[in-house]
T-cell receptor
Framework: GDSVTQMEGPVTLSEEAFLTINCTYTATGYPSLFWYVQYPGEGLQLLLKATKADDKGSNKGFEATYRKETTSFHLEKGSVQVSDSAVYFCALSVKAAGNKLTFGGGTRVLVKP | NAGVTQTPKFQVLKTGQSMTLQCAQDMNHNSMYWYRQDPGMGLRLIYYSASEGTTDKGEVPNGYNVSRLNKREFSLRLESAAPSQTSVYFC??????????FGQGTRLTVV
């Protein structure tokens, strides 16, 4: 079946540090890939997406590139802020599976001033 | 600008009690979903409804039932709550495949 593996947290960083969260996947078909973010006390929000190989998704300074050869979709941000403290979820969907989302376990990120 | 609204936000149940979690969306989306979130396990799909009048099981449907009351509303029912159902429950809706909008969640504790 489809699955998503992402690095366990928590990841603790200082403000302005570089953030990377690793995400790898296995999928029975050709997946679309997503990063969702969950701020404290809230539901998940779509952060960025990529629908085909070599696509780069970007939003709010975050970027992730769809790497089919390594089945990866790592999330990066060059300079984090305290407001980036949240839980980040990598996810995939496959059209043949009804486009349902399959999530990784989530990575908690804490940015300290 | 409501989006997806879930009620209640918090609930404590005794083992064996029943309850219904309510979800409504105002974005005219066809698809709606119920997930549970447990520490270290991400979100797991319980049930989903691809369109009004249809429902299907997800990854972890045992112990739950759902009703797609109309296009806006999708409820999740626990008939006989068990401690293993202690979790945070999220409702979501989508129009484009897999680009889901989530509610704020219901934190359920079963004692």
């Amino acid at each position: 079946g489809d699955s998503v593996t992402q690095m366990e947290g928590p990841v603790t960083l200082s403000e302005e540090a570089f953030l990377t969260i690793n995400c790898t996947y296995t999928a029975t078909g050709y997946p679309s890939l997503f990063w969702y973010v969950q701020y404290p006390g809230e539901g998940l929000q779509l952060l960025l997406k990529a629908t085909k190989a070599d696509d780069k998704g970007s939003n709010k300074g975050f970027e992730a590139t769809y790497r089919k050869e390594t089945t990866s979709f790592h999330l990066e941000k060059g300079s984090v802020q305290v407001s980036d403290s949240a839980v980040y979820f990598c996810a995939l969907s496959v059209k043949a599976a009804g486009n349902k989302l399959t999530f990784g376990g989530g990575t908690r990120v804490l940015v300290k001033p | 600008n409501a989006g997806v609204t879930q009620t209640p936000k918090f609930q404590v149940l005794k083992t064996g009690q029943s309850m219904t979690l309510q979800c409504a969306q105002d974005m005219n989306h066809n698809s709606m979903y119920w997930y549970r979130q447990d520490p270290g396990m991400g979100l797991r799909l319980i049930y989903y409804s691809a369109s009004e009048g249809t429902t299907d099981k997800g990854e972890v449907p045992n112990g739950y039932n759902v009703s797609r009351l109309n296009k806006r509303e999708f409820s999740l029912r626990l008939e006989s709550a068990a401690p293993s159902q202690t979790s945070v429950y999220f409702c979501a809706s989508s129009e484009r495949p897999a680009e889901a909008f989530f509610g704020q969640g219901t934190r359920l504790t079963v004692v």
